[in-house]
């Protein structure tokens, strides 16, 4: 009963569409019918547990008749898209199941299978295939005082338009956190920017982080995990906790400057999950002249760089000149190595000479990742989360414009507009204005001169 009311609070406090969570209350609540129905739209989005409730309604007759074969149906797909109790039950019920029902129960999961949108390893979404121009003028925005003593610490995620002329033209936020608590000021100083004039528009993606040094220390960092039940509520199922959990985890790492990687062999966090190994202090140093981009290597006991574990970002120099280079300060580990002046951006970070930043990665479970519990959000329904995903990967672009998402829309229809194909680009611009988004406006506008 507690679980129950529990639910039914953060359904009124967030007033969730159709996902995850409405679907388990009304499972609790027996309504079988709006349950199946709820479980049966996120199958779309690779939701395992969605479909092992399925074969438990099936197996139990929980709103129908008693289905062996369909429950073997749904405890096969959730078995393929990873459900950790699955492979269990399957073994039981292939015991139960004759060779028919075996047979019918096979063909329908992998056809089942074969309707899931998303996919464990998806091609990256890029807004452009070509080179941005280079930055002229780019100042970070300057944010009243009253926002950051309310707002000590957050960041934007801004996909934009620049013209032909290097200026600014088109700009929404597609992640932030808090959401929107910078975003009139991002966008006011967007306007200032000035890139190279290289005659023809560009789309283009920026990350800008704001925090006060010393806002945030491994105490405080800990608290905010866990503030407001956060932790505790993502844990129970809400998608919208777990949304915000993904932008906590991703806001603590940036602002500690630890970068994180998934250890399988280390035990999920307990009730309350520990972050302080990330903002101890090691000072790193390393001379590689002229890096451009960011990659990841591995070194030896001595610091030096033994192998190359992701030079996809890297520009210059060569990936196999960094071999045998040293980072000082360091020993055996991982790090990331990235130009200061990226296009991650922060106002407590940013020099005014070229250098290079030295990050350490950290082992850490998957729910200490902003990945998993985007992720997680997004397989249960939440659209911010699918939004923040979408603009990472090409599986989750597609699907949001499949469900005619405005955002996602627009801007994959400026990318078309770009990459010649302006009838299908313009197409998909009008679809979104019409759905009342205004960045589409402004980008038909941009597009159209």
Known sequence: MRLILVLGFLLLSFGVRADWLSALQAYENKQYAVAKTGFTNLLPLGNANAAFNLGVMAYYGEGQEVDLEQALTYFLLAEQLQHEQAADIVKRIYEEASTAQRAGAEEAAAKALAGVFIKKNAQRYQLSKEQPPAEISTPMPDIPNDVTRKHPFGYVVVQFLVDGEGRVKVADAVDGFPEGAFD??????????????????????????????????????????????????????????????????????????????????????ANEPDVSAWFESRKFDINIPGLAGAVSVATNEKGEIVRLLD?????????????????????????????????????????????????????????????????????????????????????????????????ATAWHGARLWLDGEAAEGKALLEQAQAAGYKPASELLQALSL
């Open 184 to 269: 009139p000021y991002v966008f006011r100083t967007m306007g200032r920017w000035q890139y190279e004039a290289t005659g023809k528009a560009h789309l283009m993606s920026v990350r800008l982080s704001f925090w006060a040094t010393g806002s945030m220390n491994a105490r405080s960092a800990n608290q905010i995990i866990k503030g407001q039940n956060l932790w505790s509520y993502a844990q129970l199922g809400s998608s919208r906790h777990q949304e915000m959990l993904g932008s906590v985890l991703n806001l603590v790492s940036m602002v500690s400057g630890a970068e994180v990687y998934i250890d399988e062999d280390l035990p999920a966090p």
């Open 311 to 407: 030079a996809s970002e890297l520009t210059h120099p060569a990936a196999e000149t960094l071999q045998g280079t040293r980072i000082r300060g360091a020993n055996s580990g991982f790090f990331r190595l990235s130009n200061s002046l990226s296009q991650d951006r922060s106002f407590s970070r940013v020099s005014k000479k070229n250098s290079i930043l030295v990050e350490q990665y950290h082992a850490v479970h998957q729910e200490l990742t902003a990945g998993y519990w985007w992720k997680t959000a997004a397989a249960n329904g939440d659209r911010r989360a699918q939004r923040i995903l979408g603009a990472q990967r090409e599986d989750w672009q597609f699907y949001l414009i499949q469900q005619q998402d405005p955002l």
